[in-house]
């Protein structure tokens, strides 16, 4: 069991919220457990789809939450809420919350990646302020090869990334998404195997802690997501553990990161290609954030425990 100081107040874990109430459940409760695991004792906070604020079966709020806590964990997946913004005022971090997510979107990720000659794929923006022209469709039936991947330049509730195989399907999605006022990015999908890489600042005396990378599998022609099965790559040589490490702390350094992140990376051609960047992944036990975490016997509890840790030698 790691140290633990018995001075310091509570841990606060958020859970619930208005995104996804039962994913946050299942990811505030492995959080919580993971403290316990170490020591800590938690406080449990749930926030309903209605905002309301309770703990210990007693209501409560932000604000008395902030005061008693010096550690908060926000697993409710929400943004621009108002617990987040009074957080800001009480200097009070929010560990793995989305409202630390990075504000560029993917077309300016690419941009910058490109830039450190770092390979992306080759995509087409299409903005939805512009009109579409006629001629775009064909341009780009004829310009990338199927399947096309049509997804939003920023996650959009409500508008998945869709694969692209037919041309009606590839007019009908852009023109759906355009009317919803949605920019999109277009690029040809490689079936190709999918690495991901964990990254952990100021974590285990590094400044940026890598694990051993997973490969997600996915059994049909699809996009990877939250279903996928995530295995460990133990037995990839050296070399390559290397090289995925380097890779994805260049594209962490380069995009001017902060905070927990996991770089999606596929191999193409005899290359590396960055396709993904998540600035706030899930703590999911089965996502593949957390598998990479797990090759080297980490977990949430771990990190949040060096951050307090961190927070007191400062």
Request: aromatic share 8%.
């Amino acid at each position: 069991m790691l140290k633990v100081s018995k001075s310091l107040s509570e841990i606060a874990v958020l859970r619930g919220g208005k995104k996804d109430f039962k994913l946050s459940l299942q990811e505030g409760l492995e959080v919580l457990q993971s403290l316990t695991k170490l020591g800590y004792h938690p406080l449990d906070v749930l926030i309903d789809s209605e905002g309301v604020w309770t703990s210990k079966g007693k209501a409560t709020d932000a604000h008395h939450i902030f005061t008693i806590a010096h550690t908060v964990v926000d697993t409710t997946r929400s943004t621009h809420e108002a617990y987040q913004e009074l957080a800001k005022k009480m200097h009070i971090p929010l560990l793995f919350s989305q409202a630390n997510k990075v504000t560029m979107d993917r077309e300016d990720m690419y941009r910058i990646l490109r830039q450190q000659n770092v390979k992306v794929p080759n995509t087409f923006t299409v903005r939805a302020a512009a009109p579409l022209k006629n001629s775009l469709f064909r341009e780009l039936w004829s310009k990338y090869h199927t399947p096309l991947m049509i997804r939003p330049l920023k996650k959009t509730e409500g508008a998945p990334s869709r694969l692209i195989k037919l041309f009606s399907d590839l007019e009908k999605t852009i023109r759906e998404y355009h009317e919803k006022g949605i920019d999109m990015q277009i690029l040809t999908y490689r079936k190709a195997q999918t690495h991901s890489v964990a990254l952990l600042p100021k974590f285990r005396r590094e400044k940026v802690y890598t694990p051993l990378f997973v490969e997600t599998f996915n059994v049909h022609n699809e996009i990877p997501h939250k279903d996928s099965i995530v295995r460990p790559h133990m037995q990839a040589p050296q070399i390559k553990k290397d090289h995925m490490k380097a890779l994805a702390t260049k594209v962490y350094d380069a995009l001017d990161l902060q905070g927990p992140a996991t770089v999606d990376i596929i191999s193409y051609n005899n290359d590396h290609v960055v396709v993904n960047v998540d600035t706030s992944p899930s703590l999911r036990k089965d996502g593949r954030f957390m598998k990479a975490l797990e090759t080297t016997g980490v977990d949430a509890g771990h990190y949040i425990h060096s951050h307090i840790q961190n927070e007191l030698d400062r």
